[in-house]
């Protein structure tokens, strides 16, 4: 019994905020007493509604009460401290912060295991078992415990709302059926809820066939990449195989033309030495006849000279210049023409022919949208680096050339028909086939530029050059207040947001091409239905003022 009261002394001085024994206790107004920590905290959070109130009974006060500690619940505390903490009972669980807690506990409340509907609060176990036992309470409505009790309660009378008015579509009691209600479509919240469940039940059916159709439709994208990973790890394996036996057909070639080119080496060097030694004997022999016939020239006895003259002067057959055949020194010349030629051939084949080779753009949808957001544009970004072998002389390019800035000199660019002469032009080096996005800043004094795509045969010289003056490049002329859309010299004025910065959106394969203005939003501008019949090349042209620049963004 003894441990009974100091049990029933603990929970009468705990903090029902902490459920801890009270620290520097204090009382409030209505009576009930906190930690000056706990209760100090409670209030702080509701200062911005003016009214603080009792964390147990919900009274309030206004203004803030000034709180003392209570020296006599302080010296009681620790007078129970010094009796040690009793063993709890294990089968009772106290209410947390997130619990329900018990309606009927007073001091330390335990955990709710239901609520009732009728009765409109919530009990623990021991509290509940007169809901089980006795007869008034059998037609009571048991639910798992809610804090949400007392939306049940109707605010204007007080009763609990057992109606449903279909005409304002809220709960209402029965005084709101025959005042602000009458004449209302109005069913019991029971029948109300029948009918909701069966609906419930339809959306249910219907959410259910959506997952079950998604899920199929995972299966089947799942199936695509599967057969897109083979597919691509087929053409990879057979790529390098045939790349393989076409180096060793290359590497066979070589060996061949070596070898016929050192075996011929051979035969024309024996055939030279052969004749060289030949030529150096019939020398030799006529550096001996002529030394015979000018001792004989030397001879005073006549009869000698005429005996010795006809055996000397008998001379051998030279050797004809005719059968001695001088090559030129560029006698191998003719096979490196023609290993030139056909290095030149191999290099259009996989220069101009690349793209029949090259795997088509794979989409794992039938119809890809554009992208709604500019996140989703950002998944395509592309980046673009600008060819100093397509700048005019007027641009320098820089940033790793991905900044063009238009000069008022021209630039010391070595010459090469890609070139652009007519106007302030430059394309990028890569080709762009695909889904692409790019985005280009503006800056400078005038900040007139021409953001374009192109065909890489676009001419370069010339009035017809000019992006949007032909049908080999579509451009959108930006200036600071306006834009204009060029395509086969027809000019179409755009309405939008002034920018700095243009964004484009490439879908080769359907046909895509849409200019955005960017800034805190992104704004569609003007969009290309169209039949792209080559790959195509980014281009910007800074029109008139020195010192503008335009720079492809860095967008990973």
Known sequence: MAQKGVQLDRETFSCSICLDLLKDPVTIPCGHSYCMKCITGFWDGEDEKKIHSCPQCRQSFNPRPVLLKSTMLAALVEELKKTGPPPA?????????????????????LRACK??????ASYCDKHLQPHYELPVFKKHKLVEPSKKLQENICSRHDEVMKLFCRTDQQCI???????????????????????RQRELEGSRQNIQQRIQDGEKEVKLLQQEVEAVNGSADKAVVDSEKMFTELIRLMEKRSSDVKQQVRSQQKREVSRVKELQEKLEQEISELKRRDAELKLLSHTEDHNQFLHSYPSLSALSEPTHSSSINIRPLSYFEDVTAALSAVRDKLQDVLREEWTNVSPTEVDVLLSAAEPATRAGFLTYSQEITLDPNTAHTLLVLSEGGRKATLMGQHQSYSSHPDRFTGYSQVLSRESLTGRC????ERRGRGREVEVAVAYKNIIRAGDESSFGHNDK??????????YTFRYNRIDTPISGPPSSRVGVYLDHRAGILSFYSISETMTLLHRVHTTFTQPLHAGVWICYNYGDTAEFCKLK
């Not at 490049?473 to 306006?482: E, K, R, V, Y």
């Open 473 to 482: 490049s579509w451009a959108l002329f930006c200036n600071q207040h306006s």
């Open 173 to 195: 009691c029965s005084l709101c059926s025959v005042e602000e209600h009458k004449g209302h479509d109005t069913v019991s919240a029971a029948a109300e809820r029948t009918e």
């Open 89 to 109: 009972p294990a089968d009772l669980c106290y209410a947390g912060a997130e619990d329900v807690a018990c309606d009927v506990c007073t001091g330390r409340k």
């Open 437 to 440: 996005y790019w985005e280009v």
């Open 115 to 120: 609520s009732c509907l009728v009765c409109l």
